[in-house]
C-alpha cells in the first residue's frame, strides 16, 4: 500500500511539473503544499533553528523553480528538492555561524494539549543533546523517518537513496540512541513541521518575481533537458545538474577544444616553436574555463549585488587610461575595439552599482561589447611570436649595417617620428606600452608567454618587463626582463644564447628596421623584425576556416539567446499572460479568506489575519482590511515574542496607514509607515523583504522624506535585498518612484 502511495506521489509531482514547464505556474503550488513539511524538516534537521529552517525552506522552493527546466525527470522532484535544500541549508550555516552557535538548537516547539492529557513529548535539553550527537546524514533520515510516518520509500526517495541505505542509516542512528529517548523523540518529530504553511510566501515569490517568470518560458529548455534525460547516463546526472552545471556547457568546451584542434593542425610546422607555444595556451585557457564554471555559482550569487558592479567597474577604470595609452601605439581594429567595450563596460556597472541604470540595460551593453569583440576577433593575430627577444632566440631577426649607420646619421630624431616607428611595433603587437624618458622613448614589450590579448594586461612591472629604448639619436637599446628570460630557457635549454647576446640582436635588428621604417620600406622593415605572414605559418587562412566561422556563428547565437533570453521578460512582462497582476491578486485574496475561515484557534487567526487585512485592501473590501487589520494589531500584545510578531506589526500598520493615506490622512499613513519599518523581522520579511504599497501611495503624494526613512528601517531585518534598497533610495532622491516590483505582493 505505502509503495502505491509513493508511486502516486511520484507520478503526481510528474505531471505538476509538466504543467509549470508548460506555462501554468499555479501547479507548483500543488509541488509546494506536497513536500513543504519535509523540506522545512531537512532544514531543520542541518540547522537545527525554526526560524532559519523556514527561510530555507522558501528560499529552496524559488530556487527550484528557477531552475525546474533542468530537472530532467519530473518524478524525481522530492529528490531534486531535497539536494537543493541541503545544499541552501549548509550555506545558511556556514552565514550564520556565530548565530547558530548562540541558539539553543534542535529544541522543538511542543503544542498545547489539554491538562489532562499527557504528554509524552522529549525535553528540550534532551533532545537538542541527543540531536546535536548524531552525524548529519543520521539526523536527516530520523527526522524524515518519522515524519513520513515511517514510511521508508518516500523518506528514501526524498534523501534521493534507495530504502536498504535509509534502513542501515536508521540503524545506526538508533543505535546511538537510548530506547526510551527514541520513544519520545518519534512523537516530536511526528509533529515537527513550519509555524505555518509556506505556501503563500513561495508563490508570491514564483508569480510576482520577475527571474521566475522566465522558469514558466524555459518550456523549450525543459523540453529538451526532458527528452535528454530518458538517455541512459543523462537521466542519471540530469537531477544533479545544479551541482554540476559546467556540464551544460560541455558543448561550449566541445567547439573551443575542436576549434584550437583545428587551428594547431593548421600550423605548417606542426613541431616549431609556435605550435608548441600554442599547445600550452590552449592548456591554459581550458583551466581558467574550467575554474570559471566551478566558481560560476559563487560568482552567480556575489554578481546579484552592488558591490559586485561597483568592483568590476573599479577595476576597469584602473586599467582604463593604460588602455587608452595602449592605442596611441597599437591602432589595430581589435584594439580599438577592445578599448571601446572596456569603457562601456566599466561605465554602465558603475550606473548600476550607484542605481542610475537597470542591470537589464547593463545586460544589452555586455551583449553589444562581446558581439563588437567577437566581430572583429579573426583580424587577432595568432602566429603565437609576438616576442622581439622570442624571435632573436629562434633566428628571426635580420640587420643590415649600412642601414643601421644611415640612421644614426639622420641627426636628431623628433617626438613624432619616434612615436610613428612605436606604432608600426605595437600596430604588430610587438609592444603594449610606452613611456617617455630624457633618451627618449621606451616601450614595454609583449611577454614572451602571451597571446595578443596580453598586451591589453598593462599594469606589470616596468622593471620585470622587457624594454626597447628607441633614442633620439637613432640607436637602439634592448634589455631582456626576468620573466621572459625564464621563459626562453625552458623553450630552449642549453642552446638559448647568452642575455648579452639577445641583446645585441634584437637592438640591431629593431635599429635596421627602424631606419627602412623611415625610408618607407615597410616590408624590409617587417623582415628585419622577423614579421611573417600568416600564409607562411598556417596551412589555411584563419578567417575561412569552417571551425572558426561555425564558433563564431555559434558562440554570437548564444550571446543573442541569453539577451532575449534575459531581457524579454523586463521590457515586454505581459509576455506570459498567465502571470498577471490581477489574476495574482485574485488567487491571493481567495487564499487568504480560505487560511482564515480554517483558522480554528485564536493563535492560528492571528496568524492569518495578516494576509486577510492586505488582500481585502487590494480586492477593493477596505472596511474588511480596515476590521482585520485593527483586530490584529488588538491581538498582537498577547503573542509578542512570537515568530509572527514582526510580520504581524508590519501587515497591520501597513494597512493601516494605507487606508489612512486613501483617506487624506497623510501624517497618519506616515506614522504607520515609520511604525512598520519598526518590525524585528520575520523569516518573510528577512527573506523576500517588506510590502512597498504604502510606501508608493506615500510617493506618488510627494512624501519622499518619509520613505527614505522607512528604507533605513527596513535595511535592519532585510539584510538579504541584494542592493535593492540601494536603488530604490537612489531613485527616491532622484524624484522618481521606484519599479518595486515583487515588493508590491508580498
Not at 529548455?221 to 537531477?239: D, Q, R, S, Y
Not at 568592483?311 to 589595430?332: D, K
Amino acid at each position: 500500500m505505502m509503495d502505491t502511495d509513493t508511486n502516486l506521489n511520484f507520478e503526481q509531482d510528474q505531471q505538476a511539473v509538466q504543467a509549470v514547464r508548460g506555462g501554468d505556474a499555479e501547479r507548483y503550488r500543488e509541488l509546494v503544499e506536497r513536500h513543504e513539511r519535509r523540506v522545512f524538516a531537512l532544514a531543520w534537521s542541518r540547522l537545527g533553528d525554526a526560524t532559519m529552517a523556514e527561510e530555507v525552506a522558501q528560499e529552496a522552493f524559488i530556487r527550484a523553480y528557477q531552475r525546474l527546466w533542468l530537472l530532467g525527470d519530473g518524478a524525481k522532484f522530492s529528490a531534486w528538492i531535497a539536494a537543493i535544500t541541503r545544499r541552501v541549508a549548509i550555506n545558511c550555516g556556514l552565514r550564520n555561524r556565530r548565530e547558530l552557535n548562540k541558539r539553543a538548537r534542535w529544541a522543538l516547539e511542543q503544542p498545547a494539549t489539554p491538562a489532562d492529557e499527557p504528554t509524552e513529548l522529549c525535553p528540550p535539553e534532551t533532545l537538542r543533546e541527543a540531536l546535536a550527537g548524531l552525524p548529519a546524514a543520521h539526523r536527516e533520515c530520523l527526522v524524515l523517518f518519522y515524519l513520513e510516518g515511517k514510511s521508508g520509500a518516500e523518506a528514501a526517495a526524498a534523501l534521493g537513496i534507495s530504502e536498504t541505505a535509509l534502513r542501515v542509516r536508521l540503524h545506526r542512528a538508533r543505535a546511538a540512541l537510548r530506547e526510551q529517548l527514541e520513544e519520545k523523540l518519534e512523537g516530536s518529530l511526528a509533529k515537527l513541521g513550519p509555524s505555518k504553511t509556506l505556501v503563500p510566501a513561495v508563490m508570491a515569490g514564483v508569480l510576482a518575481s520577475s527571474s521566475a517568470k522566465a522558469a514558466a518560458a524555459g518550456g523549450m529548455g525543459a523540453a529538451v533537458a526532458g527528452a535528454l534525460a530518458k538517455l541512459g547516463l543523462t537521466k542519471w546526472l540530469l537531477p544533479f545538474a545544479p551541482l554540476f552545471s559546467f556540464l551544460f556547457l560541455l558543448p561550449a568546451l566541445f567547439i573551443g577544444w575542436l576549434s584550437h584542434w583545428k587551428q594547431l593542425k593548421n600550423f605548417r610546422d606542426q613541431k616549431g616553436f609556435r605550435a608548441r607555444l600554442f599547445r600550452q595556451e590552449s592548456r591554459g585557457w581550458f583551466l581558467w574555463f574550467a575554474l570559471i564554471m566551478v566558481l560560476m555559482p559563487r560568482l552567480a550569487t556575489f554578481a546579484s549585488g552592488k558591490t559586485f558592479f561597483l568592483t568590476v567597474a573599479g577595476i576597469g577604470l584602473l586599467q582604463l587610461p593604460f588602455h587608452i595609452r595602449g592605442v596611441f601605439i597599437n591602432r589595430s581594429r581589435f584594439y580599438i575595439a577592445a578599448l571601446v567595450g572596456s569603457i562601456v563596460l566599466s561605465l554602465s556597472f558603475l550606473l548600476v552599482g550607484l542605481g542610475w541604470m537597470t542591470q537589464g540595460w547593463c545586460v544589452l551593453l555586455v551583449m553589444f561589447c562581446v558581439l563588437l569583440l567577437a566581430q572583429y576577433q579573426t583580424e587577432l593575430p595568432r602566429t603565437m611570436d609576438y616576442n622581439l627577444f622570442l624571435r632573436g632566440a629562434e633566428g628571426l631577426l635580420t640587420m643590415d649595417p649600412a642601414t643601421i649607420r644611415e640612421n644614426q646619421n639622420r641627426g636628431a630624431i623628433g617626438r613624432k617620428e619616434l612615436l610613428a616607428f612605436a606604432r608600426f611595433l605595437g600596430t604588430r603587437w610587438l609592444a603594449g606600452h610606452y613611456r617617455w624618458t630624457e633618451d627618449g622613448l621606451e616601450l614595454k614589450l609583449t611577454p614572451a608567454t602571451a597571446s595578443p590579448s596580453g598586451t591589453l594586461r598593462n599594469l606589470g612591472s616596468w622593471s620585470r618587463s622587457s624594454r626597447l629604448l628607441l633614442r633620439q639619436d637613432g640607436k637602439v637599446t634592448a634589455q631582456l626582463g626576468e620573466k621572459d628570460r625564464q621563459v626562453l630557457q625552458r623553450l630552449q635549454g642549453e642552446k638559448l644564447p647568452s642575455e648579452l647576446e639577445l641583446e645585441q640582436v634584437v637592438s640591431q635588428a629593431v635599429a635596421s628596421a627602424w631606419s627602412q621604417f623611415q625610408s618607407a620600406d615597410l616590408a624590409a622593415a617587417e623582415r628585419a623584425i622577423g614579421q611573417a605572414r600568416e600564409a607562411d605559418v598556417f596551412i589555411k587562412p584563419r578567417v575561412t576556416m569552417l571551425s572558426t566561422r561555425v564558433q563564431r556563428a555559434i558562440f554570437i547565437g548564444v550571446v543573442l539567446f541569453i539577451a532575449g533570453f534575459f531581457l524579454l521578460p523586463r521590457f515586454y512582462p505581459g509576455y506570459f499572460p498567465s502571470l498577471s497582476r490581477h489574476d495574482i491578486s485574485k488567487e491571493n485574496y481567495q487564499r487568504a479568506m480560505s487560511n482564515l475561515q480554517k483558522a480554528k484557534t485564536e493563535e492560528k487567526r492571528f496568524d492569518a489575519l495578516g494576509d486577510a487585512a492586505k488582500e481585502s485592501f487590494v480586492a477593493g473590501k477596505f472596511q474588511d482590511a480596515q476590521s482585520y487589520a485593527q483586530e490584529l494589531m488588538a491581538l498582537l500584545p498577547k503573542y509578542q515574542g512570537g515568530g509572527n510578531e514582526g510580520k504581524a506589526i508590519h501587515d497591520g500598520n501597513l494597512v493601516l496607514g494605507r487606508i489612512a493615506a486613501r483617506e487624506g490622512r497623510i501624517e497618519e499613513a506616515k506614522s504607520y509607515l515609520i511604525a512598520a519599518g519598526k518590525s524585528p523581522g520575520s523569516p518573510t520579511l528577512d527573506s523576500f523583504g517588506p510590502n512597498m504599497t504604502l510606501a508608493k501611495d506615500l510617493l506618488e503624494k510627494g512624501e519622499r522624506d518619509t520613505v527614505l526613512e522607512y528604507f533605513t528601517l527596513c535595511r535592519r531585518f532585510w539584510r538579504l535585498h541584494q542592493g535593492k534598497l540601494d536603488q530604490w533610495t537612489q531613485e527616491v532622491r532622484n524624484g522618481k518612484v521606484p519599479d518595486f516590483g515583487a515588493n508590491l505582493f508580498y
